[in-house]
C-alpha cells in the first residue's frame, strides 16, 4: 500500500463558517424554507475554515460561473 492509498481512504468532515448571528430557539423553530438569517460578516470578510470540527484556518469565498469555492489562505499550525 502506497502512502497516496492510505490517505486517500481518510474521510474528512470540512466546514467553512461565513458569519455568525445569535437569535433566540423560538424564533429559529419558527422559520421555514426560504428564510434568511443575518450574519455578522461583510463581503470581503475572510471565512473560518474547520477540519473535523477543529481550526484549519482561514480562506475567501471565490465564485467563478456557478461554481462556488474557498480559497485557503492561511493555515493554522
Known amino acids: ?17 461565513i458569519g455568525t448571528s445569535v437569535m433566540p430557539i423560538y424564533q429559529l423553530l ?12 461583510w463581503i470581503n470578510d475572510r471565512v473560518w475554515i474547520y477540519v ?13 460561473g456557478n461554481t462556488v469555492a474557498v480559497e485557503v489562505l492561511d493555515v493554522i499550525e
Open 30 to 41: 419558527k422559520m421555514g424554507r426560504g428564510a434568511v438569517i443575518e450574519l455578522d460578516a
Open 52 to 64: 473535523n470540527n477543529r481550526p484549519f484556518g482561514r480562506g475567501e469565498i471565490i465564485v467563478r
Open 1 to 17: 500500500m502506497t502512502p497516496e492509498s492510505a490517505i486517500g481512504d481518510v474521510d474528512l468532515e470540512i466546514s467553512v463558517v
